[in-house]
């Protein structure tokens, strides 16, 4: 699986930005897809995880109400929905797929995307 990730840009404080992330391949849609990211000197961080059929999520507290994930199998494509962005969610944004769903969010992932850069100015 090979993940390709668009949609990062500039945008002011209180703004609103969609990622997205296309995936190669015939089995997308028997992975679990999530959203990570990393800002300059901090480690990798969780952002959002949807399960295969799309029928479970989860949020990290620092983005819950704000983010919203989901995901078209159709167009094998997960999209990451960024609003009432804050200046500290700058980093660059990776999508990743795995096949786990408990640890997914832990960091237990079998594909990154490339990243995309998201900065938010105050």
């Known amino acids: 699986v090979q993940l390709q990730a668009s949609g990062g840009g500039l945008v002011q404080a209180g703004g609103s930005l969609r990622l997205s992330c296309t995936a190669s391949?015939?089995?997308?849609?028997?992975?679990?897809m999530g959203w990570f990211r990393q800002a300059p000197g901090k480690e990798r961080e969780f952002v959002a995880t949807?399960?295969?059929?799309?029928?479970?999520?989860n949020y990290a507290d620092s983005v819950k109400g704000r983010f919203t994930i989901s995901r078209d199998n159709a167009k094998n494509t997960v999209y990451l929905q960024m609003n009432s962005l804050k200046p500290e969610d700058t980093a660059v944004y990776y999508c990743?797929?795995?096949?786990?769903?408990?640890?997914?969010?832990?960091?237990?992932?079998?594909?990154w995307g490339q990243g995309t850069q998201v900065t938010v100015s105050s």
């Open positions: 990743a797929a795995s096949l786990r769903w408990a640890t997914f969010r832990q960091g237990a992932v079998d594909y």
């Open positions: 391949g015939r089995t997308f849609n028997t992975y679990n």
């Open positions: 949807i399960s295969w059929g799309g029928g479970s999520t």
